[in-house]
């Protein structure tokens, strides 16, 4: 079963700390965002 990921985003000069990785269709989709839910309304 694939679970929804949460990380650090790896780039030091990066304005969105974080990645999310949504297991959706083959690959799955990638997402760098500025805050993680739900702390944040939008991502």
Same mark, same amino acid.
């Given at each position: 079963?694939?679970?929804? #990921? ?8 990066? @304005? ?5 990785? #949504? ?15 739900? @702390?944040?309304?939008? #991502?």
């Amino acid at each position: 079963m694939a679970q929804f #990921v949460i990380a650090h985003n790896p780039e030091p000069d990066s @304005r969105l700390p974080y990645l999310l990785w #949504v297991p959706l269709g083959e690959r799955g989709l990638a997402f760098k965002a500025g805050g993680t839910w739900p @702390r944040t309304n939008a #991502v």
